[in-house]
């Protein structure tokens, strides 16, 4: 099944209704999971630098015939946030879902990182999350509850060359997934992380480049390099009411290349 075909999974009226923040949301998985919340019925926000990326990605949305609205924003300033998240309220009247995507990285082995690059991907990432969570918590959720999926990285547990600030942020990022779940479960609110694999056409694995050996065209048990709807029928998921049992989870959605020890080469079975 090719990545064209994986979009029919889910009733079309799904999210029908609702509102959705997806920050990060003008390019690379963020893009195709805002097209996927809106195209089963949310009417959908997306927030990020660069005014330029922002007007293209809306006039893409609006051409499928998803409502969307924008605004430039740098998650890492709460004051800017909290503007966007006021805008979103005042346009839509809710925001039942929030799907922390934006991030930064660059591969550096950690000695070479210095201490202002370091900071700015904690401070996106992590803090960046923190910073969206808790105004659309305060500005919504905690009234009306919600839906947060926080977008983090298959590395839990691991040790990740080049991937030092990038590990430790979202690292962050699943603990407060779980603290949030566990804090704001009594208030209606579910928080869900996504650690994405390799994700083909993406920003995330363009910059790896040859960085890491081998890595690139699915080099997983299941074979091939996961597509941004891979993620965002995940978040479909998660965020509808199928999912109203499920709070607190981190998901690695990488065709098993996380549990895969030893990357052996598995033979096929043969014929006799
Ligand atoms: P991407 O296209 O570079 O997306 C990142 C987005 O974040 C951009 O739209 C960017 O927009 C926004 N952003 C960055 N800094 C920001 C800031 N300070 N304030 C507001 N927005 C900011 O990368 P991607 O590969 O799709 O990655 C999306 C998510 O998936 C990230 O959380 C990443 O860690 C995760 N992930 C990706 C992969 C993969 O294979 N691609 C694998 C594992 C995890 P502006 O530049 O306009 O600000």
Not at 245 to 253: E, K
Request: net charge negative; with cysteine.
């Amino acid at each position: 099944m090719g990545p064209g075909e994986l979009m029919g999974v889910f009733r079309e009226d799904l999210l029908a209704g609702r509102v959705a923040f997806v920050t990060g949301g003008a390019t690379g998985i963020g893009n195709g999971i805002a097209h996927a919340l809106g195209r089963h019925g949310a009417k959908v926000a997306i927030a990020s630098r660069k005014r330029e990326n922002l007007e293209h990605a809306a006039a893409a949305l609006d051409a499928a015939g998803i409502e969307c609205w924008f605004d430039t924003c740098d998650i890492r300033e709460p004051e800017q946030v909290e503007r966007v998240v006021a805008g979103i309220v005042e346009q839509f009247g809710a925001i039942d879902i929030l799907v922390n995507n934006a991030a930064g990285n660059f591969p550096a082995p950690m000695r070479k990182i210095s201490y202002n690059g370091f900071r700015a991907i904690v401070g996106i990432d992590l803090l960046g999350t923190y910073n969206v969570s808790k105004a659309v918590f305060e500005a919504w959720m905690k009234d009306h509850g919600g839906g947060v999926v926080n977008i983090s990285a298959p590395f839990e547990g691991m040790g990740v060359a080049l991937q030092s600030h990038v590990a430790a942020a979202k690292a962050g990022v699943d603990s407060l997934t779980r603290t949030c779940a566990v804090e704001w479960g009594p208030l209606g609110i579910r928080v869900n992380a996504i650690a994405p694999g390799e994700i083909a056409q993406t920003e995330g694995v363009a910059r790896f480049g040859d960085a890491v050996a081998g890595s690139t065209g699915g080099n997983n048990p299941l074979g091939f390099a996961g597509a941004t709807e891979d993620i965002a029928n995940v978040v479909l998921f998660l965020v509808s009411d199928a999912a109203r049992f499920v709070s607190g989870q981190v998901f690695c959605v990488d065709g098993a290349s996380g549990v895969d020890a030893f990357k052996m080469k598995v033979e096929p079975p043969s014929e006799d």
